[in-house]
Structures are given as C-alpha cells and as structure tokens.
C-alpha cells in the first residue's frame, strides 16, 4: 500500500509527489508517460504578472518549480519596473524539451517515490474515504490518500475547426473513467476550455522587421538555492513583438462561421484574461490592433510560439491571416493553433487543505480545480502533497491564510468563490499585496518548509542572519542623520529638492529619486558594522529599501490584516448545520451550507452572505 497516490504528471502531480516523498511518505506518480513530466503544454514560459509571486512562494515551501526554471530558462525578465514593487513579477522564457528532462531527473531521483506508467481509471472509496485506483490494464492500486492532478486530460477534446479529436495535448490521449467515477460518488463536475496558439518555423520569419524584445541585462534567478554567480545557466535569447491589424481581423472574421467556439461545438467556458484571437476581436472590436510575442521554444528547437494568437479557428484561416501579419508574410505553420475542452470540479467541493468534502483522503490539485496557468497548477499540487501527507503522518494541516501568502489566496478564492471559468491568480486579488511581495517570499514563507522538513535549515540560517542585518539596517537608517553640506549635492543631481538643515537617512530614502545605496555612502558610515553588514548584502539591501519607500503603505496594510484577523480566529464547525438557522437568508443558508467556511473571516468573502447574515452567525456562535 502507498501512503499517496498521485494521479498526473504535469506541474501539479511532480510537486505533490515530490514534496510528499521528501517528507517521509511512500509515493505512486501515475502517468500515461513518464518523458512528459512537468510538459508545457502551451507557452514554454513560468511566471508573469502575480503568477512569478507563485513561483517565488512555491520555492520558499520547499517547490522544485522555481530551480527546474532556473536551470532551463533562456530569457529571464522582472515584469512592471516601472510600477511600484508589489506588482513587480518575474518570469522566464524555457527551453520546452529541457524543462521536461529537468523536471524527469529531479522526480526520479527523489527517494520514496515510484512512477508507474498507467492510465487511471477509476477512484476506488468505501464509506466515505478513499481506498485506492484502478488502472486501464487492470491493476487495483492501493492508496491511503489519492491527489488528483490530471490537468486537461478528462475526457478532453481537441478542436480545430469543425475537427475534433480526443486528447488532453497535441499527440497525446486524453484519460477516461475517472471523472464517471467520481460522479458515482457524487460530486459535481463541469467543463472548461482553454487553447493554445499555431507552432511556426523559426526559419520562416522575417526577423530584422520585428521590434526585439530582449531579457534583462542582469537577470534574477526564481529559487533562493540557485547560486548566482552561476546563472544564467544557458545562453540568452531574445523574443519579438509583431501586431495584428483591420486585415489580419478581417480573414479571421471570414473562418467565424466555422469557429467551434461560435458555433456551439465547444460547451467549456473559456478563459476570460488570456481569450483566443477570435474571441479578442469580438470582445475587443474598438480595438484595431492585438499585441504578438514571437517566443523560442527551446535553443535547438526550430518552433517559435506566437503568444497572443491562441485560436480554434480552421487552421487555412490560421494561416492565411498570419501572412497579413509583419514579419509572417512568409511564415510557414508547423502546427496550428487548436482548442482543447475538458473535465474540472467546481472547487466549492474541497476544503482548505485541498481535500474534498465528499471524501476523506481525496485531494483535488491543478486545472481539475478550475484554474488556468503552471503556476497555479504547481501551487496547488505542493499543498495537497504536505496536506496529504500530515494526514498520513496524523500531524497538523498546513493552512496558508490570505494574509501570508499568494497561495493563500488562490485556494482561498477556489474554495469560498469557486468558479465557473478558468481561474488565473491576479495582483489585485490580494488585498494585502504590498506585503505579499515576489522578493520577500523567503521571509513570508522559508520557516513553514523548515519544519515540514522540505528546506534544509542552514538555508533557514542564512535567512535568520539577512533578517537581523534587515532589522539593524532599519535601525541604522531612522537614527543616522545626513548634513545638508553632506547630500544637498547628491538632491541636486538626482532632481530631488534640497534640504536647510540635517534629515535622517529613512526620512531621505522616501524621495522617489533617492537611493538607499547612495545615502548610505555619503557619510563616512565605513566603520559602523551594521553599514558593512547592510551595503555587502544586496538582498537585505534592497528589503531596507522598500520597506523605508512604503512604510506608511506598508504600516497601513499590516493594520487592516490585524482588524481582519479576528473574524479569522472565529472558527466555525465544519459540521454546523446552516440549514437549520432559520434568522439566514435563503441564498446564505445554501451558499453556506455548500462552502462549509472554516471562519467568520472566511464567510463573510462568500458571494450573496450579507453582513446581516454575519451578525446573525456571531450572535449564534456566542451562544
């Protein structure tokens, strides 16, 4: 018997296995194939606006998503410069094949755990918790927990046109059973659909018209383990920008009368933030232009992924409207764009820790729970994993609230919103998100993976040893005044207003058009140890820095986590029974009797719970 079966082998399976394996428990990775670990499926890319915080966040817990990234990104970007520091998100373009082959070597060199080469067909339960799987060859396979990851593979559906073929990925077989089975033991299923843009050959294109769109000059890696004066560990690409324009919309208008999506063929609800080409025009039609991004799918890879051209259309439509486009008029398409429709499980139909309601040790992870994205895939599959692993282990659940971490409020919104189109995780969906930054994620979250054992703690150490240097640096700059002899000349040059008298360092280092760096220089600080300490150590560095920018944002936001925080700490019982409090509306007794909320916190970010309805569950409470 295995302590954790782990159904699919996409960024969703490889963290839940991996970080269950590495906490003790015996691990079963099921998997139609054991080369398409951790496949991109479409943009050969991690990270991106919000979805980089995942990343950053997933490698503090102790995530492999970050390092596989680093060792096969060719082209690394912060995102936002120009915006203010909670928004700024890294991402990298990835070598496609690469990325698998890392993903294969972490997961096979990992202790405790078995891949088997199957297709799962059926979860096995008895009286309310699950026993087990069985495979298309047969096999029964017994398992303590289950976590289904299976992607977009249920009962998928592939649509070019008015063609449709089954399958989960381009020339690959989509998975049957599981989803009859899971509707035996009564749970709701949905479906959704998302797409993937036309595959086109590199040497086709015409790249001296195209606007270069080149990597940072001093790239920053994701994982926190990742030595940095050794990455990039392969050589920089660059990517392209092109445009589409009234032509290019006018041909693609032409295949609408045969596009699945407007001709019901498709029934899944698409993704509203990342729509095809043709729902872009529809819904965009003031719009005469769309953005494109020509990106390499590897070094060796002739393919080149026309990100923004994501379409079902007939692929000669396809075709025929990239040669309008600049820089396409030759282009030759390798693969066209397709669409693919598939299975989910409305999340209100698990908890917290990703189990679900219905069955004791049945874990949902990944796009079956509604969401879009690697990243979001890949953050829900390491919760399952620690998740389902304490219960193995008979521990404590591990809970990320809103408040902690972006993680937090993905499965937050799953669980108290649910959805009925893909999920992407979004800055502004945090309330708290200037303290839910990419580069503090260590400090957020490193001390959670050292106790569950996924993080070495002397990497914890050095984390102890940045805050103190961080907390002295602080200290340095609120009680170090500068001469108005001593930085009016550097106010000047930086554009900034000069002063009469002295001002301390942090009161300075507010002026958008100060650096702290700078400050810190002008005032012979050389013998001080906490100035060595600060200016040698360029990440404490820069949290000194932000934190004196936006202390007052910062302060303000840390004060409504601590009003909200007593409406968290008012748990609920989870066998409460809200049907039979008849003071609740109708619409809150039946949203809250199928989300089950842990607290009042939790409750009251239900859709259609009013604040009435809150009082009325204090009151009870109380009582």
């Known amino acids: 018997m295995y302590d954790i079966i782990v159904i699919g082998g996409g960024h969703a399976g490889i963290e ?22 951790g496949r991109m499926s479409c943009n050969p890319a991690i990270g991106g606006t919000a979805k980089g915080h995942l990343v950053r966040e997933i490698d503090a817990l102790g995530g492999i998503m970050g390092k596989i990234a680093d060792r096969t990104g060719i082209q690394f970007r912060m995102l936002n410069k120009s915006k203010g520091p909670a928004v700024w998100s890294p991402r990298c373009q990835s070598d496609r094949e690469l990325y698998s082959e890392e993903a294969y070597k972490v997961v096979s060199s990992t202790k405790n755990l078995e891949f088997i080469e199957e297709s799962a067909i059926e979860l096995v339960a008895e009286d309310g918790k699950v026993k087990g799987i069985k495979t298309q060859s047969g096999r029964f396979i017994e398992g303590k927990t289950v976590i289904l990851s299976a992607g977009t593979f249920l009962n998928a559906l592939m649509h070019t046109g008015l063609r449709s073929t089954s399958g989960g990925r381009f020339g690959e077989k989509p998975s049957t059973g599981i989803t009859e089975s899971l509707e035996k033991l009564g749970f709701e299923k949905g479906r959704l659909k998302t797409g993937t843009p036309p595959r086109l050959a590199k040497n086709s294109i015409d790249w001296d018209v195209l606007e270069i769109q080149p990597g940072d000059e001093n790239p920053q890696p994701f994982s926190y383990q990742t030595n940095i004066s050794e990455f990039p560990y392969l050589p920089q690409l660059d990517c392209h920008i092109t445009h589409t324009d009234p032509d290019v919309h006018k041909i693609l208008e032409k295949g609408f009368n045969k596009s699945p999506m407007f001709t019901g063929l498709i029934n899944g609800v698409g993704p509203r933030y990342c729509p095809s080409i043709e729902d872009k025009i ?77 069955i004791q040790g049945l874990y949902f992870a990944g796009q079956v729970n509604g969401t879009s994205g690697y990243e979001e895939a890949a953050a829900q599959g390491l919760m399952a994993g620690i998740n389902a692993a304490l219960k193995v282990q008979g521990k404590k659940e591990f809970v990320l609230k809103r408040s902690e971490a972006y993680i937090g409020v993905l499965i937050d919104d799953l669980v108290t919103k649910s959805t009925e189109e893909p999920y992407r995780i979004f800055t502004s969906r945090a309330e708290h998100r200037l303290l839910l930054r990419q580069d503090n994620a260590d400090r957020r979250l490193m001390s959670y993976s050292t106790e569950l054992g996924l993080i070495d703690k002397n990497m914890y150490k050095e984390i102890s040893i940045r805050e103190g240097i961080i907390t002295a640096g602080l200290d340095l700059c609120r009680n170090t005044k500068l001469h108005a002899k001593v930085v009016n000349e550097y106010l000047e040059l930086s554009g900034s207003s000069t002063i009469e008298s002295s001002e301390t360092i942090s009161k300075l280092c507010k002026r958008p058009e100060t650096q702290l760096k700078d400050l810190l220089k002008l005032d012979g600080l050389d013998n001080n140890p906490n100035f060595n300490s600060l200016i040698n150590n360029h990440n404490a560095l820069r949290q000194v820095e932000i934190e004196l920018k936006y202390e007052g944002y910062m302060k303000r936001q840390q004060e409504a986590v601590e009003r909200l925080e007593k409406y968290e700490k008012l748990k609920i019982p989870l066998t409460l029974n809200y049907l039979t409090l008849k003071a609740l509306s109708t619409e809150a007794k039946e949203k809250l009797d199928r989300v089950k909320p842990r607290s009042i916190g939790q409750a009251s970010r239900i859709s259609g719970v009013t604040p009435s309805d809150i009082s009325i569950l204090l009151v009870y409470l109380k009582k």
Request: aromatic residues 8%; proline residues 5%; negative net charge.
């Open 16 to 37: 839940a296995a991996s970080a269950s394996a590495r906490m003790g428990c015996l691990i079963a990775l099921i998997s139609m194939d054991k080369h398409a670990l």
């Open 282 to 358: 529809v819904r965009f039609s003031e719009k005469k232009s769309h953005q494109l991004f020509l990106e390499p799918e590897g070094m060796d890879s002739d393919l080149i992924y026309l990100n923004g051209f994501s379409s079902s259309l007939p692929a000669e439509i396809q075709l025929e409207a990239m040669h309008k486009i600049k820089g396409l008029e030759n282009v030759e398409m390798v693969r066209p764009g397709y669409a693919v429709e598939y299975d989910f499980f409305p999340p209100h139909q698990i908890d917290n820790t990703l189990e679900t309601k219905l």
